[in-house]
């Protein structure tokens, strides 16, 4: 199948969360390994606790998968998934071309330029 009017841009998806994960502190993050909502352990995960989850104490549930204060400023939501703040500085960075083959802006990349 032919596309003439297509226009392909590579984006390093990798490389941006690795850049955030390495450079957190420089980037306005703490403790990038660490999930903000779980429970337990160096890096607050336990799989058999997610976040949201509970644990009996004599008949009664008790939350102790529980939400960091300030998610804005973590990478890791629950040991799997990025926060809110960290999907949007690798959102911020594909739109303005960082971490794109050719890098430019992703305005920019819909648009046909001649091939020299």
């Known amino acids: ?3 003439p009017l297509a226009a392909l841009t590579y984006v390093d998806v990798y ?12 980037n306005g993050f703490e403790h990038p390994l660490q999930a903000c909502c779980g429970h337990g352990g160096k890096y607050n ?3 058999n ?9 004599h008949g009664k549930k008790i939350l102790v998968g529980k939400p960091c204060k300030n998610p804005s400023v973590r990478i890791n939501w629950d040991g ?3 926060t809110q703040a960290a999907n ?3 959102f911020d960075r594909i739109v303005n071309g960082s971490f794109s ?3 430019i802006p992703l305005k920019m990349a819909c648009h046909r330029m001649p091939l020299r």
């Open 80 to 82: 799997v998934h990025y």
């Open 45 to 47: 995960y336990n799989r």
């Open 88 to 90: 949007k500085w690798v």
């Open 1 to 3: 199948m032919d596309l």
């Open 49 to 57: 606790i997610r976040c949201g989850g509970k644990i009996t104490v």
């Open 15 to 26: 490389l941006a969360k690795y850049t955030l994960i390495t450079q957190a502190k420089q």
């Open 101 to 103: 083959d050719p890098p």
